[in-house]
C-alpha cells in the first residue's frame, strides 16, 4: 500500500472509531431503557433506535472492512427484529447476552490494530455471535429463549468462502500427494497413530516453496544458456571476418594474419559452441524435470466448488448440483492456481445466470435439479481443455446484443451484421452485462472479461457456445505448464519489441500497396479472408521521426489472435524467434498498456512483451484514426448526488468517486437528497436504502415521478439482498442494484461508468 493509500486508511479508520463510538453509546443506553419501560410505544420508538444503531454500525464495519464487528451487528440486528415485529418481549436474560455484545463491539472498535482490523476480536466475536444465534434457533423452533449463556451454534459460513477455502486446503494435499512435498512439521516427534508410518525409501518430503524457488533459479539459467549462445555466434563471427580480412590482404602478404592464431581463433568458436549445446541440453532437461514434480491433479480444486454450487443454488431459490470428468487429469501447480478464479466464477454465472428456478424447469420438461458439468481433457500432449457447462437456459444473444449497444462495445449497425456466435462472444468484452442487481456474483460485466484475460495470461483462450433452452458451455484451453517464452521478435521505429509465438498465427511480406481500405480502415488479403491491419508503431503511440528514410517496396506484418480476432501488425522488420525469461514490469508499471513484461536478450538488450489482447482492443478504439491526432479537449467532470446516512460510508464512497475523477455532493439522507436534486444540474444519483425520512426506495420513486428527472440514473447501494429486496428496487425505477458481502470500489466505478 502506497503512502497515500496508507493515509487514507487511516483517516477513515479515525472517522469510523468516532462514528462507532456514538452508535455504540447509544445502543448500550437503549438496552437499559427499554428494559424499564413499560409503554408499549415508547419501547416500539427504543426499539427502531437501536435497531437502526446497529444497522449503521454494521455498515460502517463492513466499508472499513471489520469483519467480526459486522458479523456480531448482522446477529445483534436479526435478534432486534424479532422484537421489533413484537415475536418475542424483551426480558432479562436476552439483555444481558446483547450487551454482552455489545461490549465485545467496543473491544473490537478500540483495537489499535489499523494494518489489518478484519482481524481484531475474532474469537470474542464469535462467542458473542454464538450466543445470540442460539437465541434465534430457540426463537425458531418455539423453545423458550435462555437466560443464560447460549450454546446454539454458529451461524453458517458463507457459501464462497466456505468453498474456496475447502478448494485451496484441497489443492494443498494434492500438491503433497503428486509431488512427494508437504509442509515441514512443527517437531520430529511422531503424531499419534503414525508410528508405524513410513516413508517409502525412494521419497522426501520437500516443501513446495523450495521446489518453487528451485524452480525459478532453474528458470534463470535460461539466460545463460542465451548468453552463452550469444557469445558462441559472436566468436564464430569474429573468425569468420578476420579469416576475410587475411585472404584481402596485400600481396606481400603484411596484413595476413598468422595461420596458428586463425586455427586458435577456430578451435576457441568451435568450443564454445560445443559448449552452449552442452548447457542447453543441461538446462532443458532441469527445467523440464523440476516442471514435472510441480504437477497437480485437477481433482481437489474442483470438488471445492460442490459447496460453491449448492449454496448458491440453494441461495437464489434453485436446485443444482455439480458433475466432475477428468480430475486426475495434471497440470502444473501455478496453472491451476491461475484457473481457479476463472473456474469459479464460470461455476458461480452457470448457477446464478444459466441453472432455472425448479418450477420453470418442469414447465420445459426438464427435472427439477439443474446440473453443473466441469470436464478435463488432455487436448493435446502440451494443452489441456477444460469445459464448463450447464444444463440451463441458455444465453439470449438478442439481451447480449442490446448490452453491448447500450456499453457503446459495437454500434447498432455492427450488431445487426453479427452472427450469434460473434454475439454471445461479446460477453468477454468489459462492462457487457444483462443483469439488473450488481452483487458480488454477477452483474458488473466485469466477471467474463477477467476471466477471458487471466486465461490468456496462461497462454490459453476461451470459447462460448449455447442453445437457447439447452444450456450452455465454456470451453478454455491452456498449457499443461507455463514453457519457455517462445517470442517473435520484431523491429518498430528501430525498436525491439516480442510477441508470444503462440500467438502469431504466421508472418507476411508483401507489397507496400497490398493493403486496401474498406470501411475507413486498411486490410490485407489472408487467403480470401480481410484482416484489419493496424502499424504497431501507431497503436503503442511511438514518435515517428519524419527524417528517417522508410522502405517503400515491401510492407512486412504479423498476423496476431486473440481468441476468434485476427489483426495484421504492421511492423519494420522481423529478426527472428527468440526463447527468453520472461520478467514482471513491477507495481509502478504493472498497468502499462499494451505492455505484458519484460525480457533480456543475450545481448543484454531488455526488450518489451506485447500483450495481443490489448494491443487488439487498442487498435480497435483507435479506429484508423493516424498517430498524433490532436486530442480532444477534456469534458467537464460529471456530478454525482451521494446519498448515504452513515459518515464513514460516505467517506469511503466520497473518496473513491472523488478519485475518480466526479464531483460530488453528499446528502446525509433521502430528504436531503431530494432538496438538493430540486436545484438540478447532477448527472448520476447514489443511494443507501435504508435511512432516516426519506429511505432509497422512496427517493428513487420521487425520482422517476419527477417530469424533469425520470431519466436520471439511480444506483442503490444497499446490505438488503432479499429477492423482494431486489424487486422492489426493480419496481422503484433503479438502474443498478449494488449488494455484497465485502465493498469493492472496481464494482461501484465500473457500474457508475456504465450509467453515465
Known amino acids: 500500500m502506497d503512502a497515500k493509500k496508507a493515509e487514507f486508511q487511516r483517516r477513515l479508520l479515525e472517522t469510523y472509531r468516532v462514528e462507532a463510538a456514538e452508535h455504540l453509546a447509544v445502543l448500550s443506553a437503549g438496552l437499559v431503557r427499554v428494559e424499564g419501560e413499560t409503554d408499549r410505544d415508547g419501547r416500539r420508538k427504543l426499539i427502531e433506535e437501536i435497531f437502526r444503531e446497529a444497522h449503521s454500525l454494521k455498515g460502517a464495519s463492513r466499508a472499513v472492512g471489520l469483519r467480526s464487528a459486522e458479523s456480531v451487528c448482522q446477529s445483534l440486528e436479526s435478534f432486534l427484529a424479532l422484537w421489533k415485529r413484537e415475536e418475542i418481549a424483551p426480558e432479562a436474560g436476552q439483555l444481558d447476552a446483547l450487551l454482552r455484545a455489545v461490549d465485545v463491539l467496543s473491544r473490537i472498535v478500540s483495537s489499535p490494530s489499523d494494518t489489518a482490523p478484519q482481524e481484531a476480536g475474532e474469537e470474542s466475536a464469535r462467542e458473542a455471535v454464538e450466543r445470540i444465534e442460539g437465541m434465534l434457533a430457540a426463537v425458531r423452533d418455539g423453545l423458550p429463549v435462555p437466560e443464560s449463556k447460549a450454546s446454539g451454534t454458529a451461524p453458517e459460513a458463507a457459501p464462497e468462502a466456505a468453498s474456496e477455502a475447502a478448494s485451496e486446503a484441497a489443492s494443498e494435499a494434492a500438491s503433497e500427494a503428486a509431488s512427494g512435498t508437504a509442509p515441514e512439521a512443527a517437531s520430529d516427534a511422531p503424531r499419534a497413530g503414525t508410528a508405524s508410518v513410513v516413508a517409502p525409501a525412494d521419497t522426501m518430503r520437500i516443501k513446495v516453496s523450495t521446489i518453487d524457488s528451485l524452480s525459478l533459479r532453474a528458470e534463470r539459467l535460461i539466460e545463460s544458456k542465451l548468453t552463452a549462445q550469444h557469445h558462441a555466434r559472436e566468436a564464430t563471427r569474429i573468425a569468420e571476418e578476420l579469416r576475410l580480412a587475411g585472404l584481402g590482404s596485400d600481396e606481400d602478404g603484411s596484413c595476413r594474419i598468422p595461420a596458428d592464431l586463425q586455427a586458435r581463433l577456430d578451435a576457441l568458436a568451435s568450443s564454445m559452441e560445443r559448449d552452449r549445446r552442452s548447457l542447453e541440453v543441461l538446462v532443458n532437461d532441469l527445467i523440464d524435470g523440476m516442471r514435472r514434480i510441480a504437477l497437480m491433479p485437477f481433482g481437489p480444486m474442483l470438488e471445492g466448488f460442490r459447496r460453491t454450487v449448492r449454496d448458491l443454488a440453494r441461495d437464489r431459490g434453485k436446485d443444482a448440483v455439480l458433475a466432475v470428468s477428468g480430475g486426475e487429469t495434471e497440470a502444473d501447480r501455478h496453472v491451476l492456481d491461475g484457473l481457479r478464479d476463472p473456474l469459479l466464477h464460470l461455476v458461480r454465472n452457470c448457477v446464478d445466470h444459466g441453472i432455472e428456478t425448479p418450477g420453470a424447469r418442469r414447465q420445459a420438461g426438464k427435472s427439477a435439479t439443474g446440473t453443473v458439468s466441469i470436464v478435463v481433457t488432455r487436448a493435446s500432449g502440451t494443452k489441456i481443455r477444460i469445459v464448463v457447462s450447464d444444463d440451463g437456459a441458455g444465453i439470449d444473444a438478442d439481451k447480449v446484443r442490446d448490452a453491448a449497444i447500450r456499453q457503446g462495445t459495437v454500434d447498432a449497425a455492427r450488431a445487426a451484421r453479427m452472427d450469434r456466435a460473434e454475439l454471445l462472444a461479446l460477453i468477454f468484452e468489459s462492462g457487457v452485462s444483462t443483469s439488473f442487481t450488481v452483487s458480488e456474483i454477477s452483474g458488473r460485466g466485469l466477471g467474463m472479461a477477467i476471466v477471458r484475460d487471466t486465461v490468456a495470461a496462461l497462454g490459453g483462450s476461451v470459447r462460448v457456445e449455447s442453445r437457447p433452452g439447452a444450456g450452455s458451455a465454456f470451453a478454455i484451453e491452456v498449457p499443461v505448464a507455463h514453457t519457455t517464452f517462445r517470442g517473435i521478435l520484431v523491429e518498430a521505429e528501430e525498436r525491439p519489441f516480442l510477441l508470444a509465438a503462440n500467438r502469431v498465427e504466421r508472418m507476411l511480406r508483401v507489397p507496400a500497396d497490398a493493403p486496401r481500405t474498406v470501411g475507413g480502415g486498411r486490410t490485407l488479403d489472408v487467403e480470401g479472408a480481410a484482416v484489419s491491419l493496424a502499424d504497431l508503431a501507431e497503436v503503442l503511440g511511438l514518435p515517428r521521426p519524419e527524417a528517417r528514410e522508410r522502405g517503400t517496396e515491401m510492407l512486412h506484418a504479423v498476423i496476431v489472435v486473440a481468441g476468434d480476432t485476427r489483426l495484421a501488425l504492421g511492423v519494420d522488420r522481423v529478426v527472428g524467434v527468440q526463447e527468453v525469461l520472461v520478467r514482471g514490469l513491477g507495481k509502478q508499471l504493472v498497468h502499462v498498456r499494451g505492455i505484458a513484461g519484460a525480457t533480456a536478450l543475450g545481448s543484454g538488450q531488455t526488450v518489451p512483451i506485447l500483450d495481443v489482447n490489448d494491443l487488439v482492443r487498442m487498435a480497435r478504439k483507435a479506429g484508423g484514426k493516424p498517430a498524433g491526432a490532436a ?50 444540474g447532477y448527472d448520476l444519483v447514489i443511494s443507501d436504502v435504508e435511512m432516516p425520512r426519506m429511505d432509497g426506495f422512496q427517493l428513487t420513486e420521487q425520482i422517476r415521478r419527477s417530469e424533469g428527472m425520470a431519466d436520471l440514473p439511480v444506483i442503490l447501494v444497499t446490505t438488503l439482498d432479499t429477492a423482494r429486496d431486489r424487486e422492489r428496487g426493480i419496481d422503484a425505477g433503479a438502474d443498478a442494484y449494488i449488494v455484497k458481502s465485502s465493498f469493492d470500489q472496481t464494482t461501484l466505478l465500473e457500474t457508475v461508468r456504465r450509467h453515465l
Open 631 to 680: 486530442r480532444e479537449e477534456p469534458k467537464a467532470r460529471k456530478r454525482i448526488l451521494l446519498a448515504e446516512d452513515s459518515i464513514t460510508s460516505r467517506t469511503l464512497l466520497r473518496g473513491i468517486l472523488e478519485g475518480a475523477g466526479y464531483a460530488v455532493q453528499t446528502a446525509v439522507d433521502g430528504a436531503e437528497a431530494w432538496a438538493a436534486l430540486r436545484g438540478g
